[in-house]
């Protein structure tokens, strides 16, 4: 199989509504980021080395086998983190402005179909996982708590 060659352009249609924040919203968010990667041929739902073209199937490969998606990764999250809105936007801003390591894939590469992709040099950091820690309804639920004993 060939090297991956990326697309020049990602489009966003799928992702349809932003994310705010609300932790029932990820899932949704999940299956359209899904969705946009295996529409437009993204091999970017993992981070890892893929191999194919978006005229074919891609495919996640050993390291020595393929090309990694990081830089295209990362392209897609900061494409994905500009449709964010309300809460979910305020917090990408401050987390830019902290100077976090920008994510470089959706999803990490332990997933089934991919584990064992990763470069042993390249440190993933997935953008869902930034969500779903973020806007965990346990750490909502745990600071309402919280609070709530603050205040007795």
């Not at 932790?23 to 890892?48: H, M, R, T």
């Not at 449709?83 to 959706?106: D, I, Q, S, V």
């Not at 806007?135 to 919280?146: E, G, V, W």
């Amino acid at each position: 199989m060939m090297t991956a060659t990326f697309p020049s352009e990602i489009r966003t249609k799928e992702i349809t509504g932003g994310f705010s924040g609300d932790p029932q919203e990820l899932d949704s968010l999940d299956i359209q980021v899904f969705d946009l990667c295996d529409g437009n041929g993204y091999p970017a739902y993992y981070g890892g080395m893929v191999a194919g073209s978006i005229h074919e199937r891609w495919e996640y490969v050993p390291a020595s086998l393929g090309k990694p998606n990081y830089t295209f990764g990362r392209r897609l999250c900061s494409k994905i983190a500009s449709t964010m809105k309300g809460n979910a936007a305020r917090w990408w801003e401050e987390y830019c402005k902290a100077g976090h390591p920008r994510p470089n894939c959706w999803k990490l590469s332990s997933g089934a179909e991919c584990a064992g992709t990763k470069p042993p040099t390249i440190v993933e950091v997935s953008l869902f996982e930034l969500l779903r820690e973020e806007f965990s309804t346990d750490d909502d639920q745990q600071s309402c708590i919280a609070e709530l004993q603050r205040l007795k």
